[in-house]
Each structure stands twice: as structure tokens, then as C-alpha cells.
């Protein structure tokens, strides 16, 4: 018998271990057994954000997880689906123990807000992830930043950027040009290569089979050979 839709989602993580990964999984601030810790963050913490907080915590993960002897502290990889895959690019732009990234529908273009997307306000007045950036809702072009800066600055690390065809919140065109200006840095430094794209006819979604090819890119990877 097929499986419930909703545990077609999942994440296989012993799928990934079986690949001979350490995965190490946690709770981002403000989901599950840490979904109490989101709780009046701002009037804490006035100067501090929460996506700031989230990305402060994945390099805490990394500090963890770099001492282990069962680790090999060289070859750390990032794997983020939506919310996840954004935390995770700005945590590579960052941080440079991290040598990749799979980000699955993280990247949408900022400053070419459409819309019927959620654009800034999703960082600002949704979901309060970054709430300076409402300052420029309605004037997207000056935003300070948008992810082709962010995927230049993590290069040349190996990315894969997963942005299904019918994302309703970032269409795929807008993240095949933010993709298409980092990729000059990309081949600036030689590695024209260690950027890819994939977009899926798919909505916005983490299936197993996309799953499983996602792991397969981390594992080629890891062994550092070239994806197809």
C-alpha cells in the first residue's frame, strides 16, 4: 500500500545516513519543541531578528558537529527545504566550514516582487523573519539584498537549487535569473560547475523521489565527483 501523501513529504533520513551521512536535525526557533521560544522574541530582543537567530543556530549546529570524531569536519553539508533552504544559503554565504548546499524552494527574488507572490512582506509582515525589509515593501528594487548576492557570496561552493515550475511563491523564472548573475562569480572563480538548477514540473513540494536525488547530489558531493 502507497503511503499517506503527507508521509510521501517526509524527510528519509535513513535514506541519508545510508549514504553515510551524520545528519543532524533540529527544530529552526519558533517550530516544534522550540515553538514557545518565538514568543514575544522582538520585545526581548529589539535589535536581533529571527531569521538572524535561525542562521546563528545552524553556525551552533556547525560548531557541534565539527568536533565529533565520527565527523569529518571537511566535508559539511547543508540540506533546507522553503524556510529551511533559505537559513541554509545565508548560513553558506556566512559561514565557510559549510563546503554545500541543497536549498529545495529557498530562493525567491526579492526585488522582483510580483503580486501574487508573498515577496518582502513574508520576511517582514507574515512571518517577522527580518522585519527591516518592510521598509521597502513597495519599493523592492532597493532592497538591500537578494539571493543572486547571496549565492555569489557562497561561492564556489557546490550548490543545488531546487525551484519547481509551479512554485506560486517564487516563479521559476525570477529564480533562473537570480541563479544565472551569481553564476558569473561562479565562473569568475573556475567553478562554473559547482552551481546548478534544477527545475522539476512540480509544485511546491519535497516528495521522495526528489528526496532521494537530492541525497545523491549530497553524496556525489561528498565524494567529489561532478553531477550529471
Do not use: C
Amino acid at each position: 500500500n502507497r503511503a499517506p501523501h503527507y508521509l510521501d513529504q517526509r524527510p528519509s533520513l535513513d535514506s541519508l545516513v545510508k549514504r553515510g551521512f551524520v545528519v543532524v536535525a533540529f527544530d529552526q526557533i519558533g517550530f516544534g519543541s522550540r515553538a514557545q521560544e518565538a514568543t514575544r522574541f522582538y520585545e526581548r530582543y529589539p535589535q536581533w531578528s529571527l531569521m538572524g537567530k535561525m542562521v546563528s543556530d545552524t553556525r551552533a549546529v556547525v560548531d557541534a558537529v565539527s568536533v565529533l570524531e565520527e565527523v569529518d569536519a571537511r566535508q559539511i553539508f547543508l540540506f533546507g527545504y522553503a524556510l529551511g533552504a533559505k537559513v541554509g544559503l545565508l548560513t553558506a554565504a556566512l559561514d565557510e566550514r559549510v563546503r554545500g548546499l541543497v536549498a529545495v524552494s529557498g530562493v525567491d527574488a526579492l526585488r522582483l516582487d510580483r503580486p501574487h507572490t508573498e515577496g518582502l512582506r513574508h520576511y517582514s509582515h507574515l512571518h517577522g523573519l527580518l522585519p527591516k525589509l518592510g521598509f521597502f515593501v513597495g519599493q523592492e528594487s532597493r532592497a538591500p539584498f537578494d539571493y543572486d548576492e547571496v549565492l555569489a557570496l557562497a561561492a564556489p561552493k557546490r550548490i543545488l537549487v531546487i525551484a519547481p515550475e509551479l512554485d506560486r511563491f517564487a516563479p521559476v523564472d525570477d529564480v533562473r535569473q537570480e541563479v544565472a548573475a551569481a553564476r558569473a562569480v561562479y565562473q569568475a572563480l573556475g567553478h562554473d560547475g559547482a552551481l546548478e538548477l534544477r527545475t522539476p514540473r512540480d509544485f511546491n513540494r519535497f516528495p521522495r523521489q526528489l528526496q532521494e536525488e537530492a541525497f545523491d547530489y549530497l553524496a556525489r558531493s561528498a565524494a567529489g565527483g561532478s553531477s550529471p
